[in-house]
């Protein structure tokens, strides 16, 4: 550190995002030190971050049901409940969701309104079809006198699986927020940043839905002697 | 496109940020990156996925794989699937301008392992050492 | 109609919250008229409530706080004076009401005193330090700010309006659950939880960004300032962390309110989980608390002692350390509660080991003063009284880390004196050196000196004589939270840490004398050049206080203590290092009311939920999507400062430096 150098740096003020000279590539480096990222990698990364805590929300539910599993009290247990086929058709329309709020995605790349807004209503039908279906499960668990009151096991089963039904029905009403933005104020730059975030949000669901069709309703039907 | 200025510094176009970084869920901007690619993108994802996912019903069905590595193994699945995703629909890959990404979600990854495993750790544990309940006390704490 | 509200919530046959919560509504209708009347009004609106500025914001924690200080300590009062009434005596306060206030102080302490005076401070400074103009979602920001105030709107509810919860500053069930807590005393404080916990997490996203994506040009990782790693650090834990919170309470609240059956006694439930999982929680929250005070400490002493950090990157490995291991330790927070010796040897082992890090900061910073030439200020007495209290603090935390000796331990007096060593030395003395040090940035003037080493000597020995009791009574087997008591042993400490209250009681009153003296007598001490102590991070380069954009230019960062080099190269040059700069129009985000309209939705909406007025719940979910539609539509959401305005400001500062540079020459 010492103090002899007098530092004259070429291109004061501009630090390599107008190149020094003309067809000269821009001299900032990566990893933040080039000045403030532009906004659009902010607002993705804020996002990301977002997300992150909302999966430690998620994982927090996930220990509880694993450790309230067997906590049955006479009651219901998941082999005896769950039904396997509303799964798969559930998985089938959520993951149908992602890819088509992928396409969504690209649409809204191409600057296309028209397959943005039927991209968008596939996913938003696709979503209302799997949250229907939990509805409906979960109806019918109660009407069993399987509701989330009559053990341990089934409140934690109704909060982890609902929680991801209250995000799913989140994302369905911003998905409309953001059906009705493009419809009205087209692809500015603020409503495809928010779009990302939309897009970062839907993907995430899908994920958390892997982690709950695979570890809360396939492992749970397996026959006791195969559980650890 | 035109956007309207930002903030601090002129906002300049993030694909031509050399060396910059990308927001996670944003496709690489490379010029040459056609639509059809990207829609192929996404349709590889798809179709992994829902292969992964009949695998992952299918073995939970027969007795293909032995009892009680099932639910091992729907695990390594479903952690598979959940690779799927990232890669293809969130685009997370292992570019140097993705590091903060793959960084966020390491750590996230890494919080979740010890809630979990933690939890069900001590849980157990402390469930094991539980003195045992006589049966009409147990009876008793029935609703 | 009003779900469960009757006028028999309001405590008519308790004078004392009667009397202290209406004397509170009285003042604050006072203070309210006396702001219109004097037209201040619109002033208050735009400038402060609907700011997004970090720098106000970061004010307007500070002042949360302080006054949640004033109310946490009143209530260390009555509790004090009860513990030393109460010897085989009933004492003054009913059980029922003890309970309360022991719940109260903690929660408020924790939640909305601690927790809001670092998160200003980290407001105000980061952006400062980082070389930019304001940090990644500005209104985002103020968001979080007035959730956080609406929690706490909501305890002191409590007082005139009900009661508050019984169960301390954590909700252990089964006594948590309705059968044992049928009252709304536990709702009160898990929807002010919830709802201050939203904006916490906001902060931790917040400032991640900020840290990792907004910073001055040229500032790598290994250019930052100590105190932006450590909030860094903190807010990875806040995004780590406060989700569990918000997760486990959300159980609780499920259990009381839908009847589930996650922590009941009942039905399959199991009561131990909630203690696991809010330990999750709690232990990186210390954390999250202590790190930006480390932070502030490294900034003070390198300041003071007139030397760079010693060790900045062992500092940096120590502090993200930390961060990582505080996940893991979890479990000595109920090491008596049965997990079996393999389990807590694991995590004892795991607590040791999270002091080292610790340790090696304490070197750093003996090592930073060591061959400088220290300036004894009130700021630096601050980091001394610090360094020797926190020390022991810790020493008695590794002890405690020992399952045998926590088999002893836990509970009693010795824990409690533990953790008030700790946090005490560890975060208040640290919030009190940064209120000191960076009080003139935010403010232009530099608070009284005299009665700024007044204060730090009456809390320094008022703490000692309050708490040095508490490891000796613990010894002697007194446990926590006791109404009353008939062992003769403890009464003379017991009446001692009265006394040693009272002392810290002075101390608080000589800060209140030198905020108000200071003031008073601000024209003979201003800070004229921006660069109060001789600073050596970049926010001394800005005027005090700064202007609404920070910095004109964002200044280009070559080393890591980038101000200390241009005050070098200046001084070598005799001239500024660099010419008058291209002045270009500055775009800032616009002020917005979306903050102010959340926090007063969320709490209608909690006090509606505490209550079971289920039709406002509703509505207030239904306001809350709306504010979000609102704030999403909006077309214009900055506003663009002249270039002559910040060439006018950015003159006036270089003109500062200037005369600054030619006394110092002298």
């Known amino acids: ?228 | 496109m035109s956007d309207e200025s930002h903030g601090t510094l002129p906002e300049y176009d993030a694909g031509s940020y050399v060396g910059g970084d990308r927001p996670p869920g944003a496709a690489p901007d490379v010029e040459e990156h056609s639509l059809r690619r990207e829609v192929g993108g996404y349709i590889t994802g798809f179709a992994l996925a829902i292969l992964l996912t009949i695998a992952s019903f299918w073995v939970s069905g027969t007795n293909f794989i032995y009892g009680p590595a099932l639910a091992v193994a729907l695990l390594v699945l479903a952690v598979a699937q959940m690779g799927i995703h990232l890669v293809f629909f969130l685009h997370i890959t292992t570019d140097p301008d993705n590091t903060n990404n793959v960084m966020a979600l390491a750590f996230g990854v890494l919080i979740v392992c010890l809630i979990v495993f933690g939890s069900i750790w001590v849980m157990t544990h402390m469930n094991q050492n539980m003195m045992p309940i006589p049966m009409d006390k147990l009876l008793q704490m029935q609703p | 109609m009003l779900g469960k509200l009757t006028w028999q919530a309001i405590p008519f046959n308790e004078p004392i919250p009667l009397i202290s919560g209406f004397g509170v509504y009285l003042l604050v209708i006072a203070l309210v008229a006396w702001v219109l009347r004097k037209g201040y009004g619109p002033y208050l609106w735009r400038e402060w409530i609907t700011s997004v500025d970090h720098k106000r914001i970061g004010i307007m924690y500070c002042l949360l706080a302080g006054v949640m200080l004033l109310r946490g300590f009143i209530d260390v009062i009555m509790l004090r004076l009860q513990q030393a009434m109460a010897f085989n005596a009933p004492g003054y306060l009913p059980p029922s009401h003890f309970d309360q206030i022991f719940s109260a102080h903690g929660t408020i302490m924790i939640f909305f005193v601690a927790m809001p005076f670092v998160i200003g401070l980290m407001n105000y400074v980061v952006p400062l330090q980082l070389g930019v103009r304001d940090v990644a979602f500005p209104t985002l920001n103020s968001v979080s700010l007035w959730l956080n105030a609406a929690g706490a709107l909501l305890v002191n509810l409590s007082l005139v309006v009900g009661e508050f919860s019984r169960t301390g500053w954590l909700p252990y069930p089964p006594l948590s659950e309705l059968r044992y807590s049928p009252g709304v005393g536990v709702d009160y404080y898990c929807w002010a939880i919830q709802i201050s916990g939203i904006g916490t997490v906001m902060t931790g996203v917040n400032f991640v960004t900020t840290i990792l994506k907004l910073r001055a040009p040229g500032m790598n990782y290994s250019r930052m300032p100590m105190f932006c790693w450590t909030a860094l650090a903190s807010n990875l834990l806040i995004i780590a962390a406060f989700p569990i919170l918000t997760a486990t309470i959300a159980m609780l609240l499920l259990d009381r309110y839908l009847g589930f059956h996650f922590f009941t006694d009942v039905s399959g439930g199991n009561s131990m989980m909630f203690m696991n999982l809010i330990w999750a929680w709690g232990h990186p929250e210390v954390y999250i608390l202590v790190l930006p005070a480390f932070g502030i400490y490294s900034e003070v002493v390198s300041t003071f002692s007139r030397k760079p950090l010693f060790g900045y990157r062992s500092m940096i490995i120590a502090t993200m350390a930390i961060c990582i291991i505080s996940f893991m330790v979890w479990l000595h927070h109920f090491f008596t509660m049965g997990a079996g010796p393999t389990v807590n040897a694991v995590f004892g082992i795991a607590s040791m080991i999270i002091a080292v890090p610790t340790g090696v900061k304490i070197f750093n910073w003996m090592f930073t003063m060591y061959g400088g030439r220290v300036r004894y200020s009130s700021a630096m007495l601050w980091v001394i009284g610090f360094m020797v209290s926190f020390l022991i603090g810790g020493l008695t935390g590794v002890l405690l880390a020992v399952p045998v000796a926590d088999f002893q331990l836990h509970n009693s007096m010795f824990l409690v004196a533990h953790f008030h060593n700790t946090i005490i030395p560890g975060v208040v003395f640290a919030i009190f050196a940064g209120y000191t040090y960076w009080f003139p940035k935010a403010f232009g003037f530099v608070l009284d000196e005299r009665l700024g080493k007044w204060a730090f000597w009456l809390w320094f020995v008022g703490f000692w004589v309050a708490w040095a009791p508490g490891y000796v009574v613990g010894l002697e087997g007194m446990t926590r939270r006791l109404q009353h008591y008939d062992d003769p042993q403890w009464h003379p400490w017991l009446l001692l840490a009265g006394v040693g209250v009272l002392i810290i009681l002075a101390g608080i009153v000589v800060q209140i004398a030198q905020l108000v003296v200071s003031i008073r007598t601000r024209d003979k001490r201003r800070d004229r050049t921006g660069d109060a102590w001789d600073g050596r991070s970049l926010e001394w380069a800005t005027a005090s206080p700064p202007p609404l954009f920070n910095f004109a230019i964002l200044p280009n960062v070559t080393d890591q203590e980038p101000y200390w080099d241009i005050k070098q190269e200046a001084l070598q040059a005799m001239q500024l290092v660099t010419p008058e700069p291209e002045y270009l129009p500055i775009e800032m985000p616009r002020h917005s009311p979306t903050g102010f309209v959340t926090a007063f939705i969320a709490t209608v909406t909690g006090f509606a939920l505490i209550w079971h007025i289920w039709w406002l719940a509703i509505l207030g979910l239904v306001g809350a999507y709306a504010t979000f539609v609102v704030f999403a539509w909006r077309d214009h959401t900055e506003f663009v400062i002249p270039a002559e305005t910040v060439a006018r400001i950015d003159r006036a500062n270089r003109e500062a430096r200037a005369e600054y540079l030619r006394e110092l020459a002298r």
């Open chain 1, 1 to 228: 550190m010492s103090t002899q150098v007098l530092r004259a740096p070429p291109d004061p003020y501009h630090l390599g995002h107008h190149p020094a000279a003309p067809g000269a590539p821009p001299q900032a480096t990566g990893h933040g030190a080039g000045g403030p990222a532009p906004k659009r990698i902010v607002v993705g990364y804020g996002f990301w971050i977002f997300l992150l805590s909302d999966v430690i929300i998620f994982a927090s539910f996930f220990a509880a049901y694993s450790v309230l599993f067997k906590r049955t009290a006479g009651g219901p247990t998941a082999q005896q409940l769950f039904d396997l086929h509303n799964t798969a058709i559930q998985t089938a329309f959520l993951l149908t969701s992602t890819f088509t709020c992928g396409l969504a995605s690209i649409a809204v790349g191409q600057r296309s309104q028209k397959w943005t807004q039927i991209a968008l209503l596939c996913t938003g039908l696709l979503g209302a079809g799997f949250l229907a279906l939990e509805v409906r499960e979960f109806a019918g668990f109660v009407a069993r006198g399987a509701g989330p009151s009559r053990s341990a096991f089934l409140s934690s089963f109704f909060t982890l699986v609902g929680c991801h039904g209250a995000h799913v029905t989140a994302g369905m009403l911003w998905l409309g927020t953001m059906m009705a933005q493009f419809y009205a104020k087209g692809f500015r730059t603020d409503i495809r940043h928010r779009f990302l975030c939309f897009t970062l949000f839907w993907h995430a669901l899908d994920i958390i839905w892997v982690a709950i069709f695979s570890l809360v309703y396939l492992v749970g039907s397996l026959p006791p002697e195969f559980l650890p």
